[in-house]
């Protein structure tokens, strides 16, 4: 393996968020970086979407949705914290999903390196119909966990529209010499 392109001096823990819309392969980046770098993964969508199954009997995005807009009311990176619980300040580790402009925030100030995930909507919505994840792209598209960072500025962007193969080599790239 090559040397890591962010972190030359290695005095920097290997923090890496990722933000992008739902299904444009998030879940798959960082799989792929968590192997590549051995840190564990983040899931700020894990708690939400239990919650939502014992709730509602579902994972569909209208009821994580729903639960985002109550629970984010109380704190705006409630999911996040709860994620990062048992954290210290020594670990390395990816944040699965960034949504909103909060848990953005707290992701720079815990030293994350930015990654925006992209694909087409077409792709996007075609992968979650293949994982049975019902998503309307006029309704479910729109709300603010799916569009809040859009302008963002970020450390990175990777395109996913191909292969896991052509992923791979996308990030090897990205992030090795």
Same mark, same amino acid.
């Given at each position: &393996?090559?040397? /890591? ?9 290997? +923090? ?20 590549? *770098? ?27 949705? &729903? ?6 009311? #109380?704190? @705006? %990176? ?11 300040? &020594?670990?390395? !580790? /990816? #944040?699965?999903?960034?949504? *909103?402009?909060?848990?953005? %925030?707290?992701?720079? !100030? ?12 077409? /792709? ?10 019902? *998503?309307?792209?006029?309704?479910? @598209? $729109?709300? +603010? ?7 963002? %500025? ?5 395109? $996913?529209? $191909? ?10 790239? &990205?992030? !090795?010499?």
């Amino acid at each position: &393996m090559g040397k /890591i392109h962010w972190n030359e001096e290695m005095d920097e823990v290997f +923090r890496i968020a990722l933000i992008g819309k739902s299904g444009s392969g998030k879940s798959a980046v960082a799989e792929i970086l968590s192997q590549k *770098f051995d840190v564990p993964i983040i899931k700020t969508g894990a708690v939400c979407r239990k919650v939502s199954k014992i709730l509602f009997g579902n994972e569909d995005k209208r009821s994580t949705q &729903m639960l985002d807009d109550a629970l984010t009311q #109380i704190d @705006g %990176s409630i999911f996040l914290k709860s994620a990062l619980r048992g954290v210290t300040d &020594m670990d390395g !580790y /990816i #944040i699965d999903s960034i949504r *909103f402009s909060s848990d953005l %925030s707290l992701a720079k !100030y815990n030293g994350c390196k930015i990654l925006r995930i992209l694909a087409q909507d077409s /792709i996007r919505v075609q992968r979650l119909q293949e994982r049975g994840q019902v *998503f309307s792209l006029e309704s479910d @598209g $729109n709300h +603010r966990s799916e569009v809040e960072l859009d302008g963002v %500025s970020v450390d990175n962007e990777i395109v $996913n529209e $191909n292969s896991i193969a052509h992923l791979k080599c996308s990030i090897v790239s &990205m992030y !090795y010499r």
